[in-house]
């Protein structure tokens, strides 16, 4: 098989989380990346051979598929491993925690980021700054009350649910959420970077 090719741009938590995944699978893969900010996912030749939607995440494994959408990419690359339990309930739960992500933490924490740390907040976004920030804290809340009396989102080991959700959680205050208001966030952050395969955001194979 040839080598995996990510389509990502580097801010991003959404390619983070893939970035992530093969690095602790040890899963060699080229980057390509693409400047969401100048539009470079919304070209001709991306939308017509990498992602019709123009996003990234985007995976092309190799054989002629090319994956998109972050945590569908996660659950294809986590088959097979530890990273996506073999149990009915445990794999139920992770899928969950993945819906709960894109559905409540991501279109709030991740947009609260992005519109004050990477893109600039739009004018249509201001008067949705303060309902984006309520939501966000209602989504960290559900995961602190979690984290209180777990070390992991589900099971006794760290999953693709945790991956998925540590990508935006743990670059949260770049969007001006008060995150010491998180306890039992802030030790599964620590936690999660004392992986031994862990990097930053910014790190990209060589």
Known sequence: ???????????????????????????????VEHDITRGETRTEDYLKNINPVGRIPALDVGDGHVLAESNAILLFLAEGTKWLPADKWARAAVYQWLFFEQYEHEPNVAVLRAWMSV???PDYGKPLIPMKREAAYNALSIMED????????VGDDCTIADIALYAY???ADEGGLDMV??????R???RFA???AYVPISWKPV
């Open 146 to 153: 979690r984290l209180k009396d777990h070390d992991w989102l």
């Open 194 to 196: 004392q992986h031994p």
């Open 181 to 186: 208001r998180f306890p039992a966030i802030g």
């Open 188 to 190: 599964w952050l620590a």
């Open 169 to 171: 959680t743990h670059v």
């Open 119 to 121: 893109k600039g907040t």
């Open 1 to 31: 098989m040839k080598t995996m090719i990510l389509h990502d741009f580097l801010p991003s938590g959404n390619g983070y989380k893939i970035r992530l995944l093969l690095r602790f699978l040890g899963q060699e893969f080229s980057l």
